[in-house]
């Protein structure tokens, strides 16, 4: 949590639990998250086959997940569907990468980064 705490002392920092943080430290992590950037719900989640809900009709405009650490942008029924990857070590034979997601004229817009080997 050490981490976290530094990271939330740089800027306002929102997580989930993943499958694999089990220990008690992941304990209080929540499974889900809903964050407002200048009027855009996010619905933050692990692993997308554990939403539970329709994020259209739920107002969300993106949904951010992670789980098979598989780079992803995706639009269904106009929500953006954004996997930034695994920017730790390479997984599998997937790339490294990390997503930045900008807002410009009002909308959001995703960016995927790939870090060479």
């Known amino acids: 949590m050490e981490i976290l705490d530094k990271l939330n002392g740089i800027a306002p920092t929102s ?3 993943g499958n694999v943080d089990t ?3 992941a304990g209080s ?3 889900d998250s809903v964050v407002d950037i200048a009027g855009h719900q996010l619905y933050i989640v ?3 086959a554990a939403i539970d809900l329709d994020p259209r009709a739920a107002g969300f ?3 951010i997940y992670g789980h098979s650490h598989q780079p992803e942008i995706d639009y269904t029924d106009n929500v953006l569907y954004l996997n930034p990857g695994s920017i730790g070590p390479r997984r599998f034979k997937l790339p490294v990468s990390y997503a930045m997601l900008r807002i410009n004229d009002g909308s ?3 960016e995927l980064i790939y870090i060479p080997p």
């Open 46 to 48: 692990h692993d997308i």
């Open 15 to 17: 997580i989930v639990r």
């Open 61 to 63: 405009a993106a949904v």
């Open 108 to 110: 959001l817009v995703p």
């Open 23 to 25: 220990g008690a430290w």
């Open 29 to 31: 992590l929540p499974c």
